[in-house]
């Protein structure tokens, strides 16, 4: 049973250039959340999704960033126009349902804006 | 939201010694408590996590402690390793299924 993937694992974009982050759940898993970690700090929630729906994106800068996670395929996080301070390592967590609260995490996308 | 204090920032202990880390929290209805560990440049790996309704928990060399009145946890470490070395977080999870984390203790197993 694979874990969660995550790709790319690096990615590195101009100023203003866009980021598309993947995340696939673990098999089975419906509930998906994203996280932000800045160096040497602690990860951040953004966003939670279910297939179809965001539940909480309460996390997430009200410019620049958006989610999915459609009924088929991989959750995206999407960065719009990058600037230097979105250069993050942004991971990705998926559980089985909210009534389970383990949170599995995914390799994580480094991004590095130049 | 919630917020999670966690303490110490940094811990260095000697081979065979014990290694404590501290949180609080505060949000009264937070009813999961895990911790991770991450290596560097790795994902966090969960190592033990506590629910509300249990006031400790053991699992080998690993144990976590929860005294809701007080709203702390503390992950307690025995007979350290060097590869215990990493980066240790707290999270609190309430009633909204996020995570709230805590901002990290970088552990150091000294040899």
């Known amino acids: 049973n694979a874990g969660v993937m995550q790709n790319p694992r690096h990615l590195v974009r101009r100023r203003g250039q866009e980021a598309r982050l993947r995340c696939s759940p673990m098999?089975?898993?419906?509930?998906v959340y994203w996280y932000r970690q800045l160096p040497e700090e602690g990860l951040k929630f953004m966003v939670y999704?279910?297939?179809?729906?965001?539940?909480?994106e309460s996390g997430m800068p009200k410019e620049r960033f958006s989610a999915e996670f459609p009924k088929e395929g991989p959750s995206i996080l999407r960065i719009q126009q990058v600037v230097r301070g979105d250069s993050a390592a942004y991971f990705c967590?998926?559980?089985?349902?909210?009534?389970?609260?383990?949170?599995?995490f995914g390799p994580g996308t480094r991004l590095l804006v130049l | 939201g919630e917020n999670v204090e966690q303490h110490p920032s940094t811990l260095s202990v000697q081979e065979g010694d014990s290694a404590v880390i501290k949180c609080t929290y505060s949000d009264s209805a937070s009813n999961y408590f895990p911790w991770y560990k991450q290596e560097l440049g790795k994902r966090p790996q969960l190592i033990i996590d506590?629910?509300?309704?249990?006031g400790e928990k053991k699992d080998q060399r690993i144990a976590v402690t929860l005294n809701k009145t007080a709203k702390h946890f503390s992950l307690h470490i025995t007979e350290t390793q060097p590869e215990d070395s990493a980066v240790y977080f707290c999270a609190v999870r309430s009633n909204d299924y996020k995570l709230s984390f805590g901002a990290g203790t970088t552990v150091t197993v000294r040899a």
């Open positions: 098999k089975g898993h419906s509930h």
């Open positions: 967590a998926s559980s089985p349902s909210n009534l389970q609260e383990t949170q599995y």
């Open positions: 999704l279910q297939k179809e729906n965001i539940i909480d």
């Open positions: 506590i629910r509300s309704n249990v």
